[in-house]
Protein backbone atom coordinates (compact mmCIF):
# COMPACT_ATOMS: atom_id res chain seq x y z
CA UNK A 1 0.00 0.00 0.00
CA UNK A 2 1.48 3.49 -0.73
CA UNK A 3 2.26 5.53 2.30
CA UNK A 4 4.79 7.34 4.56
CA UNK A 5 6.61 5.09 6.82
CA UNK A 6 8.29 6.17 9.96
CA UNK A 7 10.12 4.66 12.06
CA UNK A 8 10.98 3.85 15.06
CA UNK A 9 7.38 4.62 16.51
CA UNK A 10 9.32 5.36 19.83
CA UNK A 11 12.77 6.34 21.07
CA UNK A 12 14.48 7.24 23.70
CA UNK A 13 17.59 9.74 23.70
CA UNK A 14 20.29 9.98 26.20
CA UNK A 15 21.54 13.63 27.10
CA UNK A 16 24.55 14.80 24.68
CA UNK A 17 23.36 11.91 21.78
CA UNK A 18 22.45 12.64 18.60
CA UNK A 19 19.68 10.40 17.03
CA UNK A 20 17.79 9.77 13.57
CA UNK A 21 14.47 9.01 12.67
CA UNK A 22 13.57 7.99 9.61
CA UNK A 23 11.04 8.68 7.21
CA UNK A 24 10.21 6.85 4.05
CA UNK A 25 7.77 7.63 1.51
CA UNK A 26 6.40 5.58 -1.88
CA UNK A 27 3.41 7.94 -3.02
CA UNK A 28 6.67 9.32 -5.29
CA UNK A 29 5.99 12.98 -3.97
CA UNK A 30 8.62 15.40 -4.73
CA UNK A 31 7.90 17.33 -1.31
CA UNK A 32 8.56 16.35 2.21
CA UNK A 33 8.39 17.72 5.78
CA UNK A 34 8.82 17.67 9.47
CA UNK A 35 6.92 18.62 12.09
CA UNK A 36 7.29 18.67 15.93
CA UNK A 37 3.80 18.79 17.78
CA UNK A 38 4.42 19.53 21.47
CA UNK A 39 1.28 17.71 23.97
CA UNK A 40 -1.83 19.97 23.17
CA UNK A 41 -0.20 21.81 20.68
CA UNK A 42 -0.05 22.59 17.26
CA UNK A 43 2.43 21.29 14.30
CA UNK A 44 5.44 23.41 14.14
CA UNK A 45 7.24 23.40 11.12
CA UNK A 46 11.48 21.97 11.33
CA UNK A 47 12.27 21.24 7.29
CA UNK A 48 11.19 21.11 4.42
CA UNK A 49 12.00 19.95 0.96
CA UNK A 50 10.82 20.49 -2.50
CA UNK A 51 13.39 18.04 -4.36
CA UNK A 52 15.84 15.73 -3.92
CA UNK A 53 19.47 17.23 -2.49
CA UNK A 54 17.15 20.44 -1.59
CA UNK A 55 15.88 21.30 1.20
CA UNK A 56 14.76 24.45 3.79
CA UNK A 57 14.95 25.27 7.07
CA UNK A 58 11.18 26.24 8.78
CA UNK A 59 10.20 27.80 12.08
CA UNK A 60 12.50 25.66 14.59
CA UNK A 61 15.26 24.28 12.71
CA UNK A 62 17.94 24.34 15.84
CA UNK A 63 19.20 21.60 16.80
CA UNK A 64 18.05 19.46 13.66
CA UNK A 65 19.32 18.66 10.17
CA UNK A 66 18.17 16.48 7.56
CA UNK A 67 19.14 14.99 4.14
CA UNK A 68 17.45 14.50 1.16
CA UNK A 69 19.73 12.10 -0.66
CA UNK A 70 16.66 10.17 -2.44
CA UNK A 71 13.32 11.20 -3.54
CA UNK A 72 11.58 8.39 -1.01
CA UNK A 73 13.83 9.37 2.15
CA UNK A 74 13.79 12.37 4.27
CA UNK A 75 15.41 11.19 7.30
CA UNK A 76 15.88 13.69 10.35
CA UNK A 77 18.82 14.14 13.12
CA UNK A 78 17.86 15.10 16.11
CA UNK A 79 21.14 16.47 17.26
CA UNK A 80 22.65 17.51 21.35
CA UNK A 81 22.13 20.87 20.43
CA UNK A 82 18.66 20.61 20.73
CA UNK A 83 18.11 21.07 24.21
CA UNK A 84 14.27 20.22 24.57
CA UNK A 85 13.88 16.96 22.08
CA UNK A 86 11.01 15.68 23.73
CA UNK A 87 8.14 15.90 21.19
CA UNK A 88 6.03 13.66 19.00
CA UNK A 89 7.70 14.17 15.56
CA UNK A 90 5.26 13.84 12.04
CA UNK A 91 6.88 13.40 8.96
CA UNK A 92 4.66 14.31 5.65
CA UNK A 93 4.51 14.55 1.81
CA UNK A 94 2.65 16.63 -0.88
CA UNK A 95 2.23 15.92 -4.57
CA UNK A 96 -0.40 18.94 -4.43
CA UNK A 97 -2.25 21.31 -2.11
CA UNK A 98 -2.64 18.37 0.15
CA UNK A 99 -0.12 16.55 2.80
CA UNK A 100 0.05 13.65 4.07
CA UNK A 101 1.22 11.87 7.07
CA UNK A 102 2.93 9.35 8.61
CA UNK A 103 1.88 7.50 11.73
CA UNK A 104 4.65 9.50 13.85
CA UNK A 105 7.59 9.15 16.55
CA UNK A 106 7.61 9.57 19.81
CA UNK A 107 10.89 10.89 21.20
CA UNK A 108 11.99 10.98 24.85
CA UNK A 109 15.65 12.29 26.60
CA UNK A 110 16.14 10.00 29.27
CA UNK B 1 4.24 31.53 15.37
CA UNK B 2 1.25 30.17 15.08
CA UNK B 3 -0.89 31.18 11.88
CA UNK B 4 -4.21 29.54 12.74
CA UNK B 5 -5.96 30.01 16.13
CA UNK B 6 -9.04 27.49 16.92
CA UNK B 7 -11.82 28.17 19.38
CA UNK B 8 -12.82 26.44 21.63
CA UNK B 9 -9.70 24.59 22.75
CA UNK B 10 -12.02 22.13 23.80
CA UNK B 11 -15.52 20.56 23.12
CA UNK B 12 -17.48 18.31 24.47
CA UNK B 13 -20.94 17.08 22.91
CA UNK B 14 -23.44 14.61 23.18
CA UNK B 15 -23.87 11.96 20.21
CA UNK B 16 -26.52 13.72 17.03
CA UNK B 17 -25.42 17.06 18.30
CA UNK B 18 -23.34 19.39 16.03
CA UNK B 19 -19.93 20.61 16.74
CA UNK B 20 -18.85 23.74 15.08
CA UNK B 21 -15.30 24.84 15.44
CA UNK B 22 -13.47 27.90 14.25
CA UNK B 23 -10.40 29.30 12.96
CA UNK B 24 -8.71 32.65 12.79
CA UNK B 25 -5.68 33.94 10.82
CA UNK B 26 -3.40 36.75 10.38
CA UNK B 27 -2.05 36.47 6.59
CA UNK B 28 -3.34 35.99 3.21
CA UNK B 29 -3.88 32.62 2.35
CA UNK B 30 -3.99 30.36 -1.02
CA UNK B 31 -6.46 28.06 0.56
CA UNK B 32 -7.13 26.40 4.25
CA UNK B 33 -7.07 23.09 5.18
CA UNK B 34 -8.95 21.17 8.26
CA UNK B 35 -7.06 18.30 9.57
CA UNK B 36 -8.10 15.64 12.37
CA UNK B 37 -5.89 13.81 14.55
CA UNK B 38 -6.50 10.92 16.20
CA UNK B 39 -4.96 10.47 19.74
CA UNK B 40 -0.81 9.41 19.51
CA UNK B 41 -1.34 8.88 15.69
CA UNK B 42 -0.95 11.21 12.41
CA UNK B 43 -3.04 13.61 10.50
CA UNK B 44 -5.78 12.69 8.44
CA UNK B 45 -7.08 15.81 5.43
CA UNK B 46 -10.65 16.28 6.20
CA UNK B 47 -11.13 19.39 3.71
CA UNK B 48 -9.80 22.23 1.29
CA UNK B 49 -11.06 25.32 0.45
CA UNK B 50 -9.74 27.96 -1.59
CA UNK B 51 -9.10 31.50 -0.81
CA UNK B 52 -12.08 32.37 -3.67
CA UNK B 53 -14.63 29.99 -1.88
CA UNK B 54 -17.02 30.71 0.49
CA UNK B 55 -18.35 26.90 1.49
CA UNK B 56 -17.42 23.75 0.79
CA UNK B 57 -19.21 20.66 1.85
CA UNK B 58 -17.88 16.50 2.63
CA UNK B 59 -20.54 13.99 3.68
CA UNK B 60 -21.08 15.48 7.19
CA UNK B 61 -18.63 18.75 7.42
CA UNK B 62 -19.26 21.92 6.30
CA UNK B 63 -16.54 24.45 5.91
CA UNK B 64 -17.06 28.18 5.54
CA UNK B 65 -14.32 30.87 4.51
CA UNK B 66 -14.62 34.52 5.17
CA UNK B 67 -11.42 36.09 3.80
CA UNK B 68 -12.30 39.50 5.08
CA UNK B 69 -12.29 38.52 8.72
CA UNK B 70 -9.30 35.66 8.06
CA UNK B 71 -11.69 33.27 9.65
CA UNK B 72 -13.25 29.53 9.18
CA UNK B 73 -15.73 26.87 10.55
CA UNK B 74 -15.65 23.40 10.35
CA UNK B 75 -18.85 22.33 11.19
CA UNK B 76 -19.77 18.38 11.86
CA UNK B 77 -23.40 17.21 11.45
CA UNK B 78 -24.89 14.82 13.62
CA UNK B 79 -21.71 13.50 15.63
CA UNK B 80 -20.79 10.32 16.37
CA UNK B 81 -18.66 9.00 19.23
CA UNK B 82 -15.79 8.27 16.51
CA UNK B 83 -15.55 11.68 15.54
CA UNK B 84 -13.51 11.98 18.91
CA UNK B 85 -10.47 13.63 17.84
CA UNK B 86 -8.24 17.35 17.79
CA UNK B 87 -9.15 19.57 14.97
CA UNK B 88 -7.14 21.20 13.40
CA UNK B 89 -6.75 24.35 10.45
CA UNK B 90 -3.65 24.91 8.67
CA UNK B 91 -3.24 27.56 6.05
CA UNK B 92 -1.13 26.98 3.11
CA UNK B 93 1.06 28.95 0.86
CA UNK B 94 1.29 25.88 -1.49
CA UNK B 95 3.02 27.08 -4.42
CA UNK B 96 3.60 25.48 -7.96
CA UNK B 97 7.03 25.40 -9.70
CA UNK B 98 8.31 23.90 -12.71
CA UNK B 99 5.23 20.83 -12.24
CA UNK B 100 6.00 20.49 -8.49
CA UNK B 101 3.94 21.65 -5.20
CA UNK B 102 6.14 22.72 -2.36
CA UNK B 103 5.56 24.77 0.23
CA UNK B 104 4.64 25.36 4.30
CA UNK B 105 1.48 24.87 6.32
CA UNK B 106 1.20 26.29 9.26
CA UNK B 107 -0.97 24.83 11.57
CA UNK B 108 -2.90 26.11 14.88
CA UNK B 109 -3.18 24.32 17.94
CA UNK B 110 -6.06 22.13 17.62
CA UNK B 111 -9.60 21.66 18.74
CA UNK B 112 -10.74 18.65 21.05
CA UNK B 113 -13.85 17.32 20.58
CA UNK B 114 -15.42 14.75 22.45
CA UNK B 115 -18.29 12.97 21.81
CA UNK B 116 -20.04 11.14 24.51
CA UNK B 117 -22.06 8.47 23.60
Known amino acids: DGGITQSPKYLFRKEGQNVTLSCEQN?????MYWYRQDPGQGLRLIYY???????QKGDIAEGYSVSREKKESFPLTVTSAQKNPTAFYLC?????????FGEGSWLTVV | SQQGEEDPQALSIQEGENATMNCSYK?????LQWYRQNSGRGLVHLIL?????REKHSGRLRVTLDTSKKSSSLLITASRAADTASYFC?????????????????FGQGTILTVHP
Open chain 1, 92 to 100: ASSAGNTIY
Open chain 1, 27 to 31: LNHDA
Open chain 1, 49 to 55: SQIVNDF
Open chain 2, 27 to 31: TSINN
Open chain 2, 49 to 53: IRSNE
Open chain 2, 90 to 106: ATSDIRNAGGTSYGKLT
